[in-house]
């Protein structure tokens, strides 16, 4: 057996070691770097869920409303955080089809940024603010914004005092609107609440139209944006985008996303004009995602937090600080099942500036829009209206508060002309009123309905 003996190695130097063990160290520094940002700012998947999932490790950097996302897959699993506890914490996922799997790392990305500008008119965006309509993403504008404005202090806002034409003669006439006001239109399912928006829309009193159309079937969306708002109605209009197969979470932002749109505008001084369709599918989007979280119901299934956002919200709309411009806000409150004491509508009503209330029964008479007079209020029309104007507005009040009264005495035959005058007038003049007061989305705004009602009556009466 033949033995070799050991062999010496040969030396090395140190100019051949050093860049390997300086690549080596900053491999190490890497993962360690990685490692520490891990800890500090990222999390793994420990439960996932229908409508939320939760992450262990964020606890410490996490805050209320901070957006996350899945590692090294762009979009996937991005939500919004919303419980805290010691351990984890609760993500409300903006895509509600996300694959994601227990383990996975997720990192916080801090608040949602938004940067709205003028190029964002005419364009279509979801609730994050990316474009919907297939073309590119919008210019950033020169701020982003990672938080809602304030709402501007009760003592530095402008007084409401500038009213304008809708061009709906029924509004301008029993409730008419100023700059600055928050409007609500209460009505059923299939009453003719967006129809009555998009005719509201397109008023020509307003800069910039932000239009956020929330739960709303997919459908539809086209057809309001193309052709009940038009090109020429959309070239001044953003339009924010949730239709009802979308997560609970985008459902909930998109409101906060056209209203720091709205307020971007309101800040340059445009008198600005909010449509949102509706505020209720948004309290049922608050719903959803309060009860995933854990918080109790408290009012027909509705947690405490619902009646809560929605002030919050709608405060943020009115008149701006002075030398600002204005947010008029005209929101669609869906009654379920025809209930105007639903918990949601009751809660809206007290927070708005008027009301306008869109009856059944006057929509299966052919009449449209359905707006109810008698049950249409606005507080601020004691600011629009001339003394002549009020007077002649109370006194059409009456009389339609008459006819309707006495409709069943007359279907029963029991009325005779001549016994009381007063009825005897709302009998001859409320059908032409009634008559007067239809228009369509396709009829030209009125410039003067005061007016066009006169004309009417004055057409109707019989020659004396």
Not at 166 to 177: E, K, S
Not at 266 to 294: C, Y
Not at 322 to 344: F, K, M, Q, W, Y
């Amino acid at each position: 057996m033949t033995t070799h003996p050991p062999q010496t190695p040969a030396p090395v130097s140190s100019a051949s070691v050093m860049p390997a063990l300086e690549a080596l160290g900053h491999a190490y520094g890497r993962i360690a770097l990685d490692e520490r940002f891990l800890l500090n700012h990222g999390g793994r998947i420990s439960e996932v869920q229908p409508t939320h999932y939760s992450v262990r490790g964020l606890s410490g950097s996490a805050r209320l409303g901070d957006m996350v996302s899945c590692k090294g897959k762009p979009g996937m699993g991005a939500g919004e955080i919303v419980r805290i506890m010691e351990d984890s914490v609760l993500v409300a996922p903006f895509d509600q089809g996300g694959k994601i799997g227990l383990g996975e790392a997720v990192f916080n990305r801090g608040p949602v940024s938004l940067a709205p500008g003028p190029q964002w008119r005419g364009r279509v965006v979801d609730a994050l603010g990316r474009p919907a309509d297939g073309k590119p993403a919008p210019m950033p504008g020169p701020l982003a914004t990672t938080a809602p404005s304030t709402t501007p202090p009760a003592m530095q806002r402008q007084r409401v005092s500038a009213p304008f034409m809708t061009g709906v003669r029924v509004i301008d006439i029993f409730t008419p609107l100023c700059h600055g006001q928050r409007l609500g239109v209460f009505a059923g399912s299939g009453v003719g609440k967006s129809t009555l928006l998009s005719m509201l829309a397109n008023a020509r009193a307003f800069d910039t139209v932000v239009i956020a159309l929330v739960g709303e079937r997919g459908r539809e969306v086209r057809e309001f944006l193309e052709d009940t708002i038009g090109p020429e109605g959309m070239a001044k209009s953003v339009a924010v985008v949730a239709t009802s197969d979308e997560s609970a979470m985008m459902r909930r932002r998109a409101p906060d996303t056209a209203m720091r749109i709205a307020e971007y505008f309101r800040d340059r001084g445009d008198k600005v004009l909010l449509i949102l369709d509706s505020i209720t599918r948004l309290a049922h989007a608050l719903r959803e995602v309060a009860i995933g979280a854990g918080e109790p119901p408290v009012a027909r299934g509705y947690p405490a937090s619902v009646f809560t956002e929605l002030p919050r919200l709608l405060e943020r709309a009115g008149p701006g600080e002075e030398g600002r411009g204005s947010i008029t806000a005209i929101l669609s409150v869906l009654v379920d099942g025809d209930d105007h004491n639903d918990p949601v509508a009751d809660a809206v009503r007290g927070i708005l500036d008027g009301h306008v209330v869109l009856d059944r029964s006057i929509a299966e008479q052919g009449r449209y829009p359905p707006v109810n007079p008698l049950a249409s209020i606005s507080r601020l029309a004691e600011r629009a209206w001339s003394p002549d104007q009020k007077r002649l507005v109370l006194r059409l009040r009456a009389m339609l508060s008459r006819f309707e009264d006495t409709r069943d005495i007359r279907l029963l035959g029991a009325y005779q002309a001549g016994v009381d005058p007063d009825l005897d007038q709302a009998v001859r003049q409320v059908p032409l009123i009634y008559d007067a007061l239809k228009q369509s989305p396709g009829d030209p705004p009125s410039s003067d309905p005061f007016a066009d009602l006169a004309m009417k009556l004055r057409a109707g009466e019989p020659a004396s």
